[in-house]
C-alpha cells in the first residue's frame, strides 16, 4: 500500500511524498521523515489523533487541554493587545 504525504515545500506550496507502508509485527507502519516530524513538533511522545473521511488518513498532533488552555490564554492576551487594530486592519 502506498501512502502520500503532503508538507509545506520550500516554496511555500504543498509538496506529495509518496510512501510505501512497512510491516510492524502483525500491523503496517508508516515511517515519517525527519523533517516533517519537525515542522509538525512532533517526536516518539507526541499523542496522535488519526482519522479518515473513507478516502485519505488524516493524521495529527492531539493537543492536549493544558495546551489548548495556553493557547486560548495567548490568543486572549493577543486580542487584548492588538484587537483594536486588527478591527481597524479588517476594514
Known amino acids: 500500500m502506498v ?3 503532503r508538507y509545506p515545500g520550500p ?5 506529495m511524498m509518496t510512501k510505501k507502508l512497512s510491516k510492524h509485527g502483525n500491523s ?4 515519517i521523515d ?9 517526536d516518539e511522545q507526541t499523542p496522535l489523533n488519526i482519522s479518515t473521511d ?3 488518513i488524516v493524521i ?3 493537543r492536549d487541554k493544558r ?3 495556553q493557547f486560548r490564554q495567548a490568543l486572549a492576551a493577543c486580542n487584548e493587545q492588538y484587537g483594536e487594530t486588527l ?3 479588517a476594514e
Open 67 to 69: 495546551r489548548q488552555k
Open 87 to 89: 478591527k481597524r486592519l
Open 54 to 56: 473513507g478516502r485519505a
Open 11 to 15: 516554496e511555500g506550496d504543498d509538496a
Open 60 to 62: 495529527e498532533p492531539a
Open 3 to 5: 501512502q502520500r504525504v
Open 34 to 42: 525527519r523533517p516533517i516530524l519537525e515542522l509538525l513538533g512532533i
Open 28 to 31: 503496517l507502519a508508516l515511517v
